[in-house]
């Protein structure tokens, strides 16, 4: 990039003034002290005294002309100094300006190469992207022949495929029509067990309400348990002991007289109908204490429990088969608070008449 400045001199011509006149005037001090000097000399000679003094006034004469002329030169001088501090002047104002027009040309000449090389790299850049698109184009080519013979490739395959798949077709129907007959034996089949299966749970929820009322009756206004829908409910804390899953001795006595009006039960449904007793095991959703032993988790105890009422009222007499214990832990609350007697409402054991 061109870059041309003016060095910028400095002024020296009123110094070198000065020194000329301190010269000059030194001068005229030694030549005066030297003819003084030399004039008293020469007075004191008697031999040469007079022809001295003619002499020494021709000398003074001369050297008073001297200084005439040294003062005109020193005037000239300095007229011609000052002449020449005024072009210098001058000349700096020209350096200046041409120096601030040299500036801007060279922001210019910036300008001009900035732009110069902005276009350039458009100019690369559209080379390079026509460039590409040529070999994109190229490239997309290639993969049109290449879906083309992919495309010819699978219609064949699916004519094929299609050719199998009506062969199938035909067969699958005439299969079907062999089949119909079946599907109307087996349908007059099904609808033969589905009525069989309805009538048994008519018999089932027929002796469902006697026995909730024969429970009812043996057990007795009992706050801890009571009849809900299909089923009832026995609160785990009259039959076991805080985080246990063995039987208290009032909870053995409840369970002998629920067993009594399940033998009951067992001799009044015909052997025809096919029923069993849930015995499901609930618990409340506080976490079981780290290192608890017999179990890990409310599931765990909940079972426990379970099995636990249906192997006592087994001891009592009812049928084992009968019975079907099962845990649910605390994922089926019957009450979301978190005060102590919603915690005691969802610690139970449900009974359920049902059929198998």
């Given at each position: 990039m061109l870059n041309i400045r003016f060095r910028e001199k400095t002024n020296t011509w009123p110094a070198f003034v000065d020194l000329f006149s301190n010269l000059v005037i030194i001068l005229i001090f030694l030549l005066i002290v030297f003819v003084f000097l030399w004039t008293t000399t020469s007075v004191f000679n008697k031999d040469t005294g007079a022809k001295t003094v003619a002499d020494l006034k021709r000398t003074n004469e001369e050297q008073a002309q001297r200084i005439v002329q040294m003062s005109a030169d020193e005037e000239e001088a300095k007229r011609l100094l000052v002449l020449a501090r005024a072009e210098l002047e001058n000349l700096t104002a020209n350096n200046n300006e041409l120096n601030n027009e040299l500036s801007q040309i060279d922001a210019s000449m910036e300008e001009l190469i900035?732009?110069?090389e902005a276009k350039v790299a458009e100019l690369t850049n559209q080379l390079n992207q026509a460039?590409?698109?040529k070999q994109r184009t190229a490239e997309l080519e290639q993969e049109r022949r290449t879906l083309q013979q992919q495309m010819t490739e699978q219609r064949a395959s699916l004519a094929e495929q299609l050719s199998k798949l009506?062969?199938?077709?035909?067969?699958?129907?005439?299969?079907a029509n062999q089949k119909e007959i079946q599907y109307v034996e087996m349908s007059t089949r099904l609808n033969k067990a589905l009525a069989d299966k309805v009538a048994e749970l008519n018999d089932v929820a027929r002796y469902q309400s006697a026995f909730y009322k024969a429970i009812k009756d043996a057990l007795g206004d009992d706050n801890f348990i009571k009849?809900?829908?299909?089923?009832?409910?026995?609160?785990?804390?009259i039959l076991f002991g805080s985080g246990s899953y063995t039987l208290s001795e009032e909870g053995k006595n409840q369970l002998r007289?629920?067993?009594n009006v399940i033998k009951d039960l067992e001799n009044k449904i015909p052997t025809n109908v096919d029923w069993i007793i849930r015995v499901d095991g609930h618990t409340d959703k506080k976490q079981v204490v780290p290192g608890t032993r017999g179990y890990s988790n409310n599931m765990e105890l909940s079972l426990l429990r379970a099995n636990s009422v249906a192997t006592e009222l087994a001891k009592d007499?009812?049928?084992?088969?009968?019975?079907i214990p099962s845990g649910f832990g605390d994922l089926h609350p019957v009450s979301l608070g978190t005060d102590a007697q919603s915690l005691q409402q969802n610690r139970r054991i449900e009974l359920q008449l049902t059929n198998r």
């Open positions: 900035a732009d110069y460039t590409l698109d009506q062969a199938a077709l035909d067969a699958a129907e005439e299969e009849t809900e829908g299909d089923r009832f409910i026995i609160s785990s804390d007289l629920i067993a007499g009812v049928s084992r088969r009968r019975l």
